[in-house]
Every structure is written in C-alpha cells, then in structure tokens.
DNA sequence: CAGGAGTATGTTACATTATAACATTACACA
DNA sequence: TGTGTAATGTTATAATGTAACATACTCCTG
C-alpha cells in the first residue's frame, strides 16, 4: 500500500478524468463515497489541492469547480475553454498568450507569477447541433 | 428620487472605488450598512450583478471578490492584474490578447463568448519595497 | 522494542460566498 | 381605484471552503 493519500488523490483524479466536465469539490466528494464511505470535504479539499500544485488538475475559477490536467506536460500556464451549453471543459497551450499578457501588465511594473485565462463559449459540437446561428431561432430554419 | 436600486448600486460603485482592492460582496455589504442599515446579501449581489453586467464593475473571479471598474471605454474584455502583496487590483486594455485568446481556442471549432483573464504577481509598488529579488531575504538589504 | 518528534490524515465545527423563494412595495395605466 | 408588472426587501438555506484539533502513522534514537 502506498500512502493512504495518495491512493485519496488517484481516485479523485479518477473521477475528474471520466469527463471532461468541471466538477465542483462537493460533486467529487459524492462520487467519492463509493470508494469512502465516511469522507470529509477537507479530504476532498485536501487531494485537490495537492493535485492542482502538481499541475495534474485545475480549478475553474470562473466555474468554482475542477477538471483534470489535459496536457501532457503542462506548460507554464494554459488556456481553459468552457462550453456554456453542455460544459465542456478543453484545456490548450497558452504559451504565447502567456508571454503577452505578462507583457501587457509589465508596462506598469507589474511582475507576473500566476495566470488564469478561462473563455466561455459554445464548443465545436454544440456550435454543430445548433439550428442556425443566426435570428432570434423561435421560428426554424430561416430558408 | 431617481429609483432606490440607482441609489443601491451608486452606493456599492462609490464603495467600490474608494480604493482598487477587490472586496468581497460581504465587504461590501458591511460598508453598506452605515446607508442601509438593513440590507441583505441579495440587495448586495443584485447591486453588484447590475454593475458587472453594465461594465462599471468586475468580478474578480480568483478572489471572490469585486473591483469597481477602471477602463473609462470598457472595451470587450479587460486584463486584471492582482498585486498578492497589497492587493491593488489593476485594469488594462486586452484586446488584441483576447483575439489571440480567441484564436487558439478557434483551432478546436470553439466560439468564445466572455474571457476572464487575470494574473497574479507583485505590483510595481511592492517590488520596489522589496528588499532585493534573490536569495531568501531574511538577511535584509544585500548592500 | 519503547519513546517521541514530526508529518499525514480524519473529524468536527464553522466561516464565507451565493441564491432560491416568497413578501412587500412602487408604479403605470385602464 | 383596481390591477398587473416589475423592482425591492426579507427570510432562509444552499454551496463552497477552511480552521482547529484529534488521531494515527513513520521513522528515528537509544
């Protein structure tokens, strides 16, 4: 057996990684009592936490919620999409964007050490299963 | 007497200016009391919810917490830059960082909506405090 | 192995942030 | 004036997060 937390991290990470969904911790701590019966939310709080500084998850901030690391080798910083109408979380690289942002806020002396870029918006999939993107759309197909 | 939610969100944008921290709703809402003696968290929320959707301010959405806004155009988007040192909260201008944000999660079919884009660090005010940017600082000024 | 320092984990209780639901008031207009 | 609508007030509670302490475990040291 290895330590008892980190056994507490795999299965959170487990459940973060069956979706790619946020999960607020509270959503985690119940799928979490299959496994233990009599958890705690600082439990939760605590696996979480370690996770996020290791970079094998993220909190939402925008969401209040978490999802599980998609990059490989998470880069400094990264760039979080949110789909609005199914919630789709997709993680991507963020390099550059990084750079200018920290640019930006150097011109008034502003030293960068943590970023959080989130974007909210429709995902490519439920661009697709909308019937037209224009109109107010009450009233069908415009043809 | 212009209507009494004027007079609410006027009351919460002055508290919200008197300095460029970001504060809490219940921050907020202690400093309310003094002109509302009575006032309950949803007035408060319904104060700051107007506000943020007017573009007068912002929710700072890695703190919980509220800053008035700074940007006199409130273009499509801003970049806060929070000071963990003091707290200053700072607005700048993003747009050509929100089109770069917006193209990269264009590559996956995403259609962005609404950004949130902050960065933690230190302010030029608290890095020139500083006693010197190496070594562990515990041994005061390196002269 | 006994003792004990130090760390990790469990547990309780509570703090903080936010909103649902309904009551009341204000206002426009027939 | 009555009445429908919207805005505001009020109560209660939901959702999120953490402080503080108890317990257990690990690994030394002798």
Redesign the interface.
């Known amino acids: 057996m290895t330590t008892p937390g980190e056994q507490m991290q795999a299965d959170v990470l487990a459940i973060l990684r069956r979706r790619n969904v946020a999960l607020s911790a509270y959503k985690v701590l119940e799928a979490l009592r299959d496994a233990h019966p009599k958890i705690a939310p600082p439990a939760v709080y605590r696996a979480l936490s370690s996770l996020t500084s290791k970079g094998q998850a993220h909190r939402v901030?925008?969401l209040k919620a978490y999802v599980a690391c998609q990059s490989k080798v998470h880069a400094s910083a990264s760039?979080l999409?949110i789909?609005?109408s199914c919630g789709y979380v997709?993680e991507?690289?963020?390099g550059?964007?990084v750079e200018?942002?920290?640019h930006?806020?150097a011109?008034?002396?502003?030293?960068?050490?943590?970023?959080?870029?989130?974007?909210?918006?429709?995902?490519?999939a439920c661009?697709a299963r909308m019937p037209a993107p224009e109109g107010v759309g009450a009233g069908g197909s415009p043809q």
């Open positions: 901030e925008s760039i999409s789909c609005e997709e991507h690289l963020a550059e964007v200018a942002v920290s930006v806020v011109e008034t002396g502003f030293s960068s050490q943590h970023h959080v870029i989130e974007v909210h918006g429709i995902c490519a661009n």
